[in-house]
């Protein structure tokens, strides 16, 4: 897998890479701008997001759904950011994002922001 730091976030707010915990050796950035399907460097555009608020408590259970086209392989996938918030959706209050990839209605792990 290519590595791609410091991109730009010009997909309609989804974020150019996340993070895999690699145990002892800290952490990976994975882009997400990259194809999963071909490995297409840059290849990934949205089409299409949708959202979902759930309150848990006190807290904010925010799911985004990118659905992206790769430009290479012509493959369409859905990347789901689940993040949690205490109270209300401002960054100060985010606990914890999770990144999954949504084939066939399973959702596969993908990593953390
Ligand atoms: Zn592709």
Redesign the pocket.
């Known amino acids: 897998m290519v590595l791609v730091m410091g991109q730009d976030d010009k997909a309609k707010g989804m974020p150019s890479k996340v993070y895999a915990p690699l145990g002892t050796r800290g952490r990976e950035a994975i882009s997400i701008k990259e194809?999963?399907?071909?490995?297409?460097a840059d290849?990934?555009e949205v089409v299409e997001v949708g959202s979902n608020d759930e309150k848990s408590g006190g807290n904010i259970l925010e799911t985004m759904d990118y659905t992206v086209k790769?430009?290479?392989?012509?493959?369409t996938y859905v990347v789901r950011i689940r993040s949690m918030y205490l109270e209300s959706k401002e960054e100060e209050n985010r606990l914890i994002s999770t990144i999954f990839i949504v084939e066939n209605g399973e959702e596969y792990w993908l990593g953390i922001l």
């Open positions: 194809c999963l399907k071909c490995g297409g290849a990934v790769c430009t290479k392989c012509g493959e």
